[in-house]
């Protein structure tokens, strides 16, 4: 079963007079295990499809199948636990929790897992998916205390942490020097080739040569979609 | 999802938010103390007042002589002396209703003992006023219908006199002069303590209302009659038959104004509350404006804190937290936040209330209603302004909380 079908998706924002057709008839299928990029200019709708898929934010038409369900029709409650259980999702502005140390940002979706989950395993899992992102040594540090990169980095283990069918990471690497920038594209690899389904959208065509598929955007629409030869390895 | 685990997410909450905790706390710590301090403070004076009124004597009713009217000068209340000691008769035998009477007459005296002297109130009465006005005896006797018919020279101290004349001497069998005449004391009183106006009850001595009359005064002056109702049912008919049998034997004619007047507790009580009723509602008002004040300290940290708390909510939203979830967390931090600092509140409200009380010479009297009111009050305020904008969020697409301003 293919993880996500998009089917003429649109998201318009309106600002008093003035409508930004965000995603405009998207049609999107991805196979299970894909690692797809997204590329496209600042403001072609990257963010507001990632958000979509997600099951963020929703659609103002189209149909959207997550795993064989339609998503436009799920209740609140559905998609809460869709979110917490089968994605991790990485924010482009990494949305951490403040005053909160970085494990306990990262222990988060594990707070809301609906099912026994003893609190020395969600240390255990915390503390390992920090450990996948380099940051074992700064668990105890809170947002404010930690580097743009590092917190980048403390989001990427919070979208880990949950052992999600599917990460969606918005510019996971903007941030991150390139040394960490390959650290985090093999951990993707790893991921991936684990079978995890991956979507991330960045602006470096060095990242996107590390994927398997890239789609470029341009005012809404997937203006290109295409295989990546020669896949290069992290 | 388990209560316990949520009242873990809300305390580390507040503990994270230690800032905007604190000064939510404040708002509810300044409402509900000063409210608890001030109804404590008001109604223990009050409960004071009633309770001293209530000491004087069981269903006690008090007979005065009027102001007469002589050649156009009125004196004041109980200048004249309309009543006598004959009345206490009269009304021993014909009033039904009463179960004891006693007259009362009152010199301000100086009073010597060996080589020490006091200057006291003298209060010259019956038998039976012990039981009328509820005084105990602390040592020693009192006199009785015989000592009153023989205006026998006996007098009972009261503390403060006992320990003026006589320190720490047994005063019993020993002997007073009260202008020249001697007494003996055959009694002591035990301690009443201070009076609604503030004077001190204890700083008395009782002798028989005869020898008081006659062989100390003018033989004339009764300041006034006490006596007892029967029952508290039976103090109006009490009232009226005193009434009745003293016009008789003043031989008042039918529509002539009555030459005394009639008070009782009920009546003492109507009146000090009507002063004190006063206080306590000034004290109520400021205790309401403290409400307010508290109320709004909470509603604005409350709001200030929305945006934030509506990212908060936006973030666990989108890892997986359901409206519910997020609806518990908070009501659960409301409400223990407004438990937490109404409890402060409550402490520091007594706390200062029994320090100001102690200060003061006020009692203290804690009204379980009030707390309830003002701890009710601030967690509505609390609630509404926490939970509302909560509510609000949760009902948001995740990505719409986090772009909230
Ligand atoms: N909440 C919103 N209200 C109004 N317009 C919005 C909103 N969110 C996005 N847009 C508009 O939709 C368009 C697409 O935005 P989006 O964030 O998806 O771009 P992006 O491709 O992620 O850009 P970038 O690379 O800069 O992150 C933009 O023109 C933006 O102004
Ligand atoms: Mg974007």
């Known amino acids: ?46 963010s507001t499809l990632m958000n979509v898929i997600g ?3 929703q659609a103002d038409s189209g149909s959207y199948l997550l795993e064989g ?7 609140k409650h559905q998609l809460s636990d869709i979110r917490n259980q089968r994605i991790g999702f990485v924010f482009q502005g990494f949305n951490l929790l403040p005053r909160t140390s970085a494990l306990e940002n990262v222990m ?42 590092q917190q980048q980095r403390v989001a990427i283990a919070r979208a880990l942490v949950n052992d999600p069918a599917i990460i969606l990471a918005d510019e996971p690497t903007g941030n991150l020097d390139s040394r960490t920038t390959l650290d985090v594209l093999a951990l993707f690899q790893n991921l991936n080739d684990q079978g995890i389904t991956i979507v991330l959208v960045t602006h470096e065509t060095d990242v996107a040569e590390h994927t398997r598929r890239v789609i470029e955007m341009q005012d809404g629409k997937i203006q290109r979609d295409f295989k990546v030869e020669n896949r290069r390895l992290a | 999802m388990k209560w316990s685990k949520w009242i873990v997410v809300a305390l580390r909450s507040i503990a994270r938010n230690r800032l905007r905790s604190l000064l939510t706390m404040l708002g509810i710590i300044i409402g509900v103390g000063s409210v608890i301090a001030l109804v404590a403070l008001g109604e223990g004076s009050q409960a004071d007042i009633t309770e001293n009124i209530a000491a004087m004597g069981t269903n006690l009713i008090i007979v005065v002589p009027e102001s007469t009217d002589s050649h156009g000068v009125r004196g004041g209340a ?8 004959a009345d206490v008769e009269v009304l021993r035998k014909k009033a039904k209703a009463i179960s004891y009477v006693s007259a009362e007459v009152r010199l301000s005296e100086q009073v010597v003992a060996g080589n020490s002297n006091w200057n006291t109130t003298v209060q010259g009465v019956g038998k039976d006023f012990l039981l009328i006005r509820n005084y105990q005896l602390a040592k020693g006797g009192f006199f009785g219908e015989r000592e009153v018919s023989a205006k026998a020279k006996v007098a009972v101290l009261g503390q403060t006199v006992a320990k003026e004349l006589f ?16 007494f003996q004391v055959i009694g002591v009183l035990a301690e009443k303590g201070q009076s609604n106006m503030g004077n001190d009850q204890d700083d008395i001595i009782l002798m028989p209302s005869t020898t008081a009359l006659y062989r100390l005064s003018d033989g004339k002056t009764v300041r006034g009659l006490l006596a007892s109702a029967v029952s508290s049912e039976k103090i109006s008919e009490a009232k009226e038959q005193i009434t009745a049998e003293l016009r008789k034997a003043h031989r008042l004619r039918d529509g002539e104004k009555d030459d005394f007047d009639l008070r009782d507790q009920s009546e003492m009580n109507s009146m000090a509350s009507q002063v004190t009723g006063t206080m306590t509602l000034l004290l109520s008002a400021i205790a309401g404006v403290s409400l307010l004040v508290g109320g709004i300290g909470i509603m604005n940290i409350m709001l200030v804190s929305v945006t934030e708390r509506t990212r908060e909510i936006g973030i666990r939203l989108a890892v997986g937290a359901r409206g ?3 609806l518990c967390q908070f009501l659960i931090e409301a409400v223990v936040l407004c438990l937490c600092g109404g409890l402060i509140g409550i402490l520091s409200g007594l706390g200062i209330a029994f320090g100001l009380g102690q200060i003061m010479g006020i009692s203290v009297s804690v009204n379980p209603l009030m707390i309830v009111v003002s701890v ?4 509505a305020v609390g609630v509404f302004f926490g939970f509302y904008p909560a509510r609000k969020a949760a009902n948001l697409n995740p990505i719409e909380a986090l772009r909230h301003e």
């Not at chain 1, 089917?7 to 196979?31: M, P, Q, S, Y």
């Not at chain 1, 369900?69 to 209740?75: H, Q, S, T």
């Open chain 2, 376 to 379: 009710g009050f601030t967690l």
């Open chain 1, 69 to 75: 369900r339609p998503v436009g029709e799920l209740k």
């Open chain 1, 108 to 149: 988060l979706p594990l707070l809301y897992y609906r099912g026994e989950l003893p609190a020395a395993q969600q240390r255990q899992r915390a503390t390992k998916a920090l450990q996948q992102v380099g940051l074992a040594d700064r668990m105890h540090h809170e947002p404010n205390q930690l580097s743009g990169g």
């Open chain 1, 55 to 57: 099951c963020l934010d």
């Open chain 2, 167 to 182: 320190a720490d001497q047994d005063p019993i069998g020993q002997r007073i002069r009260v202008r020249k005449t001697p």
């Open chain 1, 1 to 46: 079963m293919q993880p996500i079908q998009l089917k003429n998706i649109c998201k318009t924002f309106r600002l008093g007079d003035t409508e930004v057709k965000a995603l405009d008839g998207v049609c999107l299928d991805i196979e299970p295990g894909d690692f797809m990029a997204v590329i496209g200019a600042s403001g072609s709708g990257k």
């Open chain 2, 78 to 85: 109980g200048t004249s002396s309309s009543l006598s000691l």
């Open chain 2, 324 to 326: 519910g979830d997020i």
